[in-house]
Structure formats: C-alpha cells, structure tokens
C-alpha cells in the first residue's frame, strides 16, 4: 500500500539555524499538509498546498515558516530561523482530492529538536 | 465550526469487541465523518470514513444514524496492539481542509 514517507526521521538543530524538513507524498496525490505534534500535546494544523500554491495556513505559519514543492515527487518545509518551541513531531500528509470524502493519509512524522 | 466530543479514555481485554462513539452535533450536510488511529512517536493512520450508515473494512466498523450528530467507531476484537490513542474528526466546512484533531481517546487494552 502506498504511504508517505518523511525524512530524516529525526533532526537535531542549534537554535536560530534553518532546517528543511522533507516528505514524499502518495504518488497520485494532488493536495498536500504539514501539521506538528509538541510533545503530549494535540495534532495541530499548520499549512496545506495544492497546484502549487498554499490553500490554507494556521496562525502557528508565520513569516519563519515556508514550504514548497520542488520537484514532482518531494514536498518540504523550511523553517528560517528555529526556536526553542519549534521542537515537535512534525507530520506531512496528502490527500487524492481536497473534499472531505478523500482522507489524509500521514507519515511517520519527523522529530524535531532545538538545542 | 463542527467540534467532536469522545470519551478521554477507555479499557477493554484482549477478545472483547471496543466501540468508541463521538458526537458532533454541528456537522455540516457535505461532511463526512473520519477516524484516525495513533501510536506514540508515529503519524495518525486512517481507519475508515463514513457518511451515513454503515461502513465496514477489514479493521472496523463506523455506525453513523440517520441524524449523524453521533457516529460509533467499532473495533471487533481487540489484540494489545489496539492500544493506541482514536481521534474521531469531521471537516471545519466552508472548503475548509484542515483537520483539528481533538485529544481523542486513549485505548488501553489489557492481556
């Protein structure tokens, strides 16, 4: 079965230093998300892109916060300048379509930590 | 905003069938009703997903009633890997595609 796979599977990073975080998404998937799990704390959604574009984004995606699609099979995250309380599980997902018939299927998520 | 509410946690045994249920009173028309499963230091695994009714795959079950202001998560049989944390979610509307994950229910199964 096909699934999204993320890496690396975790990174360690000096506060203040850039980090891109990297997932290959289900292959004939058109619609794609990241969301971050802060450790014993909810799912939380931070942004989701299709065509190129991003569609949505939460309030925790702000100016420090970046992604893109640069080629066809990758899609990734940059964070510009990390802080303390960036340190997360961060989860991509993708999704055939966007309606909500068309469930998210996430990776294994990448563990994120700033020393 | 559609919110859903479950139970924080529940116990079961191995064997015995578990059934979580979630209550999403404002759901919209369009909606559909998705459940997900997660184990610690991995990603949320999608179950199953449903509209109205019944919906049936190899790991579980989703009654969802008419009304679809409540639906019930199945799990025939648990095994000790069962044990997990079960999010029940349905779509903010309005073309909307994040999900908000609520702090689901945390299944405990027992030898």
């Known amino acids: 079965e096909p699934e999204v796979t993320q890496t690396p599977s975790h990174q360690v990073t000096q506060m203040g230093q850039e980090v891109i975080l990297r997932c290959v998404p289900i292959?004939?998937?058109?619609?794609f998300y990241w969301y971050r799990q802060i450790l014993g704390q909810k799912v939380e959604f931070l942004v989701s892109?299709?065509?190129?574009?991003?569609?949505?984004k939460s309030e925790i995606f702000d100016d420090q916060f970046s992604v893109e699609r640069p080629d066809g099979s990758n899609f990734t995250l940059k964070i510009r300048s990390t802080k303390l309380e960036d340190s997360a599980m961060y989860f991509c997902?993708?999704?055939?379509?966007?309606?909500?018939?068309?469930?998210?299927?996430f990776g294994d998520g990448t563990r994120l930590s700033i020393l | 905003l559609a919110k859903t509410t479950q139970p924080i946690s529940m116990d079961s045994y191995e064997g015995q069938e578990v059934n979580i249920t979630c209550s999403h009173n404002?759901?919209?028309?369009?909606?559909?009703i998705t459940w997900y499963q997660q184990f610690p230091s991995q990603g949320p695994r999608f179950i199953i997903q449903?509209?109205?009714t019944k919906v049936t795959n190899e790991v579980a079950s989703l009654f969802i009633p008419a009304d679809r202001k409540s639906s019930t998560l199945s799990l025939p049989r648990v095994s000790l890997s069962d044990t997990a944390v079960y999010y029940c979610?349905?779509?903010?509307?309005?073309?909307?595609?994040?999900?908000?994950f609520g702090s689901g229910t945390r299944l405990q199964v027992q030898p």
């Open positions: 997902a993708s999704s055939r379509t966007g309606g909500t018939d068309q469930p998210q299927h």
């Open positions: 292959s004939n998937h058109l619609y």
């Open positions: 892109f299709y065509n190129n574009e991003i569609s949505e």
């Open positions: 404002n759901i919209a028309t369009n909606d559909y």
């Open positions: 449903g509209y109205k």
């Open positions: 979610l349905v779509a903010l509307g309005g073309g909307r595609r994040a999900l908000t």
